[in-house]
C-alpha cells in the first residue's frame, strides 16, 4: 500500500459520509450548477456556510460575479440530479432533472430538495486548486422528512436511525 500523503489523503476521506448538494447560480439569465459535497456549516451569527469549489469549475466565476448563490441538499431520490451536475451533463443540459424554480433574483433552486439555502457570496479564501466560498444565509425552505442523499466510499446510500436497530441515542 503506499503511504504518500495524497493516498493516505485519498483513501481516508473515502471514509467520509456527506450529504450530497447542488451549487447552483444565475448570471446574465443562464442558470449554472454543479455537485458539491464539500459544503458545511460554519456559523450560526451571522449564519453561515462554506463551499470548496475548484478553481476550474465553470460554476466559480458566474458565482462570484453574481455574488448570490443557492445550496440545494439533495434527497435519496435525486442521485440522477447529482449525477447530471457532477459531470453527465454540460451547461442547460444539468437542469433537466428535477423540480426547478427560480427565486425572484433568477436563482435556481431545487423546489422538493431536502432544503434549499440561499447565500450571498461573503467570502472568499484561495487554497491549493479551490477556493473557499463562505456563504452567509439570507432564506431558504426545508422538507419535514430527512431523507438525505449521502455520498460514501465512491456511491450514493441513505442513513437510517440507529435508534430503529436497537441501538440508542
Not at 489523503?9 to 458539491?36: D, E, L, P, Y
Not at 427560480?102 to 435556481?108: L, S, V
Not at 431545487?110 to 473557499?132: E, K, M, N, W
Not at 425552505?141 to 441515542?169: C, E, K, N, W
Amino acid at each position: 500500500m503506499d503511504t504518500s500523503i495524497e493516498d493516505i489523503f485519498r483513501h481516508s476521506m473515502r471514509r467520509f459520509a456527506t450529504t450530497v448538494s447542488v451549487i447552483t447560480c444565475a448570471r446574465g439569465g443562464v442558470r449554472h450548477g454543479m455537485t458539491a459535497t464539500a459544503v458545511t456549516a460554519l456559523c450560526m451569527e451571522p449564519a453561515s456556510l462554506l463551499v470548496c469549489i475548484n478553481a476550474r469549475a465553470s460554476l466559480l466565476t458566474p458565482l462570484l460575479q453574481e455574488g448570490a448563490f443557492c445550496i440545494n441538499l439533495l434527497q435519496s431520490n435525486q442521485a440522477g440530479i447529482s449525477r447530471l451536475f457532477g459531470g453527465k451533463a454540460k451547461g442547460e443540459a444539468r437542469f433537466a432533472e428535477g423540480s426547478w424554480q427560480a427565486d425572484e433574483a433568477g436563482i435556481p433552486f431545487l423546489a422538493d430538495a431536502q432544503a434549499s439555502i440561499f447565500c450571498l457570496v461573503d467570502g472568499v479564501i484561495p487554497y491549493g486548486t479551490h477556493r473557499i466560498i463562505i456563504g452567509r444565509v439570507e432564506r431558504g425552505h426545508f422538507s419535514p422528512a430527512f431523507q438525505p442523499l449521502i455520498y460514501q466510499d465512491g456511491t450514493y446510500m441513505t442513513s437510517r436511525s440507529l435508534s430503529a436497530q436497537g441501538v440508542g441515542a
